[in-house]
């Protein structure tokens, strides 16, 4: 199993940047998809963007679409997410999730999570 951890959190006004960073370790095969999601209190765990570990498809939720951009280094092995034009609703938990075999927005099928990482942004 892939162990992640995400970092890069905080608070941000509404336009400002971030950029997330999920370090991520164990045995991480070439058919892993890695994914973004975010909760918001109250709310139920959402779809943010995923990647392919070997591989240039993205995907994007449409809320994000155009603002966010999904990356990664493998020689660091580590996930990326830089979201610009922050929005007050991007306020969140963000995770970061792992799964081998094809691509999925939906987040049971992620079987390794990180500990999540609160972003805030202020009006």
């Given amino acids: 199993q892939v162990q992640l ?5 905080g608070l941000v006004q509404a336009g400002g940047s971030l950029r997330l960073s999920c370090a991520a370790s164990g045995r991480i095969f070439s058919d892993y998809y890695m994914g973004w999601f975010r909760q918001a209190p109250g709310k139920e765990r959402l779809f943010v963007a995923a990647i392919r570990w070997s591989g240039a498809v993205r995907y994007y939720a449409d ?3 155009g603002r966010f951009t ?3 280094d493998n020689a660091k092995n580590t996930l990326y997410l830089q979201m610009n034009s922050l929005k007050p609703e991007d306020t969140a938990v963000y995770y970061c999730a792992a799964r081998r075999g094809g691509y999925s927005d939906y987040g049971a099928l992620y079987d390794s999570w ?3 990482t609160q972003v805030t942004v202020s009006s």
């Fill in 70 to 72: 999904i990356s990664r």
């Fill in 114 to 116: 990180g500990q999540g």
């Fill in 5 to 9: 951890v995400e970092s890069g959190g």
């Fill in 63 to 65: 809320s994000v679409k």
